[in-house]
Protein backbone atom coordinates (compact mmCIF):
# COMPACT_ATOMS: atom_id res chain seq x y z
CA UNK A 1 0.00 0.00 0.00
CA UNK A 2 1.30 3.22 -0.83
CA UNK A 3 1.43 6.32 1.77
CA UNK A 4 0.56 10.11 0.80
CA UNK A 5 2.29 10.47 4.78
CA UNK A 6 5.90 12.70 3.93
CA UNK A 7 7.88 10.75 6.76
CA UNK A 8 7.30 8.55 9.19
CA UNK A 9 7.35 10.56 12.52
CA UNK A 10 4.56 13.45 10.54
CA UNK A 11 1.77 13.41 9.49
CA UNK A 12 0.92 15.77 6.99
CA UNK A 13 -2.03 17.18 4.67
CA UNK A 14 -0.18 17.78 1.76
CA UNK A 15 -0.79 21.35 0.03
CA UNK A 16 -2.34 19.41 -3.52
CA UNK A 17 -4.41 16.39 -0.92
CA UNK A 18 -5.57 19.59 1.61
CA UNK A 19 -6.23 21.95 -1.42
CA UNK A 20 -8.35 19.39 -3.63
CA UNK A 21 -10.41 18.28 -0.26
CA UNK A 22 -10.68 21.81 0.85
CA UNK A 23 -12.09 22.74 -2.87
CA UNK A 24 -14.30 19.52 -2.65
CA UNK A 25 -16.02 20.45 0.95
CA UNK A 26 -17.10 24.10 -0.91
CA UNK A 27 -19.31 22.07 -3.08
CA UNK A 28 -20.87 19.54 -0.80
CA UNK A 29 -24.74 19.61 -0.01
CA UNK A 30 -25.44 22.34 2.02
CA UNK A 31 -27.79 20.25 4.66
CA UNK A 32 -24.05 18.12 5.11
CA UNK A 33 -21.52 21.11 5.70
CA UNK A 34 -21.63 20.86 9.84
CA UNK A 35 -18.31 19.31 10.88
CA UNK A 36 -19.43 16.01 11.92
CA UNK A 37 -17.54 13.76 14.84
CA UNK A 38 -14.57 11.45 12.79
CA UNK A 39 -13.87 8.81 14.89
CA UNK A 40 -11.06 5.46 13.58
CA UNK A 41 -12.80 3.26 11.74
CA UNK A 42 -15.78 5.49 10.20
CA UNK A 43 -16.57 4.83 6.72
CA UNK A 44 -15.94 7.55 4.38
CA UNK A 45 -18.39 8.21 1.23
CA UNK A 46 -17.88 10.45 -1.68
CA UNK A 47 -21.44 12.15 -2.62
CA UNK A 48 -23.12 9.50 -4.86
CA UNK A 49 -22.46 6.94 -1.71
CA UNK A 50 -19.74 5.15 -3.37
CA UNK A 51 -16.91 4.30 -1.08
CA UNK A 52 -14.21 6.18 -0.29
CA UNK A 53 -12.20 4.26 1.96
CA UNK A 54 -11.97 4.33 6.24
CA UNK A 55 -10.60 6.59 8.90
CA UNK A 56 -7.40 5.25 9.51
CA UNK A 57 -6.10 8.19 12.46
CA UNK A 58 -7.61 11.49 13.37
CA UNK A 59 -4.45 14.10 14.63
CA UNK A 60 -6.01 17.19 15.40
CA UNK A 61 -7.36 18.89 12.63
CA UNK A 62 -5.81 16.02 10.20
CA UNK A 63 -7.74 12.98 9.43
CA UNK A 64 -6.01 9.90 7.84
CA UNK A 65 -8.69 8.38 5.01
CA UNK A 66 -6.97 4.52 3.89
CA UNK A 67 -8.55 4.15 0.88
CA UNK A 68 -6.57 0.79 -0.12
CA UNK A 69 -4.49 2.15 -2.22
CA UNK A 70 -2.92 4.99 -0.03
CA UNK A 71 -3.12 6.59 3.43
CA UNK A 72 -3.92 10.47 3.02
CA UNK A 73 -3.83 13.66 5.33
CA UNK A 74 -7.23 14.88 4.62
CA UNK A 75 -8.22 18.38 6.44
CA UNK A 76 -11.10 17.59 8.89
CA UNK A 77 -12.97 20.77 7.77
CA UNK A 78 -13.70 18.76 5.01
CA UNK A 79 -15.83 16.00 6.01
CA UNK A 80 -19.57 16.59 6.59
CA UNK A 81 -21.98 14.82 7.83
CA UNK A 82 -23.94 12.42 5.28
CA UNK A 83 -27.40 10.01 5.62
CA UNK A 84 -25.30 6.70 5.80
CA UNK A 85 -21.49 8.13 8.22
CA UNK A 86 -18.98 10.56 6.57
CA UNK A 87 -19.22 12.38 3.81
CA UNK A 88 -16.33 13.66 1.46
CA UNK A 89 -16.96 15.27 -1.89
CA UNK A 90 -14.01 13.50 -3.46
CA UNK A 91 -14.24 10.22 -5.27
CA UNK A 92 -11.82 7.79 -4.11
CA UNK A 93 -10.33 8.06 -7.85
CA UNK A 94 -9.97 11.30 -7.23
CA UNK A 95 -8.02 11.35 -3.62
CA UNK A 96 -5.77 8.83 -4.69
CA UNK A 97 -4.48 10.92 -7.65
CA UNK A 98 -4.17 14.00 -5.45
CA UNK A 99 -2.04 11.62 -3.34
CA UNK A 100 0.09 10.27 -6.01
CA UNK A 101 0.08 13.53 -7.56
CA UNK A 102 1.70 15.02 -3.67
CA UNK A 103 3.89 12.31 -3.40
CA UNK A 104 5.69 12.74 -6.99
CA UNK A 105 5.75 16.87 -5.98
CA UNK A 106 7.32 16.11 -2.56
CA UNK A 107 9.84 12.93 -4.01
CA UNK A 108 10.92 15.69 -6.49
CA UNK A 109 11.13 18.50 -3.69
CA UNK A 110 13.24 16.03 -1.68
CA UNK A 111 15.37 15.26 -4.30
CA UNK A 112 16.61 18.66 -5.62
CA UNK A 113 17.74 18.64 -1.58
CA UNK A 114 19.91 16.01 -1.83
CA UNK A 115 22.79 17.87 -2.70
CA UNK A 116 25.91 18.90 -1.24
CA UNK A 117 25.68 21.48 0.97
CA UNK A 118 21.90 21.65 2.17
CA UNK A 119 21.59 21.90 5.68
CA UNK A 120 19.73 18.45 8.03
CA UNK A 121 18.28 19.47 10.98
CA UNK A 122 17.38 16.42 13.38
CA UNK A 123 13.52 15.82 14.96
CA UNK A 124 13.90 18.68 17.84
CA UNK A 125 14.89 21.34 14.89
CA UNK A 126 18.17 21.04 15.88
CA UNK A 127 20.89 21.81 13.07
CA UNK A 128 22.96 18.18 12.92
CA UNK A 129 25.07 19.08 10.13
CA UNK A 130 25.32 19.40 6.11
CA UNK A 131 24.64 17.22 3.06
CA UNK A 132 28.39 15.88 1.68
CA UNK A 133 26.43 13.01 -0.83
CA UNK A 134 23.67 11.31 -2.20
CA UNK A 135 22.73 8.40 -3.97
CA UNK A 136 19.41 6.65 -4.42
CA UNK A 137 20.60 4.53 -1.21
CA UNK A 138 22.13 6.52 1.27
CA UNK A 139 23.03 10.42 2.28
CA UNK A 140 26.15 10.90 3.75
CA UNK A 141 25.84 13.87 6.28
CA UNK A 142 28.84 15.86 7.56
CA UNK A 143 29.07 16.93 11.25
CA UNK A 144 31.51 18.78 13.66
CA UNK A 145 32.44 15.74 15.21
CA UNK A 146 32.91 13.36 11.80
CA UNK A 147 30.39 11.73 8.55
CA UNK A 148 27.63 9.29 8.59
CA UNK A 149 25.67 7.59 6.30
CA UNK A 150 21.69 7.50 6.83
CA UNK A 151 18.91 5.63 4.69
CA UNK A 152 17.74 8.16 1.83
CA UNK A 153 14.29 7.11 2.58
CA UNK A 154 14.63 8.58 6.25
CA UNK A 155 14.71 12.45 5.07
CA UNK A 156 12.04 14.42 4.24
CA UNK A 157 12.39 18.26 2.63
CA UNK A 158 11.33 20.90 4.61
CA UNK A 159 11.80 24.92 3.94
CA UNK A 160 15.33 25.50 5.51
CA UNK A 161 16.55 22.25 4.16
CA UNK A 162 16.26 18.24 5.13
CA UNK A 163 15.13 16.38 8.40
CA UNK A 164 16.08 13.14 8.93
CA UNK A 165 13.92 11.24 11.64
CA UNK A 166 16.77 11.27 14.77
CA UNK A 167 17.73 13.64 16.90
CA UNK A 168 21.23 15.11 17.70
CA UNK A 169 22.09 12.74 20.26
CA UNK A 170 21.65 9.43 17.91
CA UNK A 171 23.15 11.14 15.01
CA UNK A 172 26.13 11.63 17.03
CA UNK A 173 25.98 8.15 18.55
CA UNK A 174 26.11 7.10 14.71
CA UNK A 175 28.93 9.21 14.26
CA UNK A 176 31.16 8.20 17.18
CA UNK A 177 29.92 4.38 16.48
CA UNK A 178 31.51 4.85 12.49
CA UNK A 179 34.28 6.81 13.53
CA UNK A 180 37.97 4.16 13.56
CA UNK A 181 39.50 4.56 16.81
Known sequence: MKKALLFCSFIVATPA????????AATAPAAAQATPSVTVGATVNDTSGAQVGTVDQVNG???IVNTGTNKVGVPIRSFAKGPTGLLLALT???LDAAAQQSAAQSKAQLQSLLVA???VHGTGGTL?????AADDQNVTVTTAKGEVRLPTSGFAARPDGLVVGITAAQLEAAVTANTPQ
Open 117 to 119: GTP
Open 128 to 132: LGTVK
Open 92 to 94: KAE
Open 61 to 63: DVV
Open 17 to 24: VAHAATQA
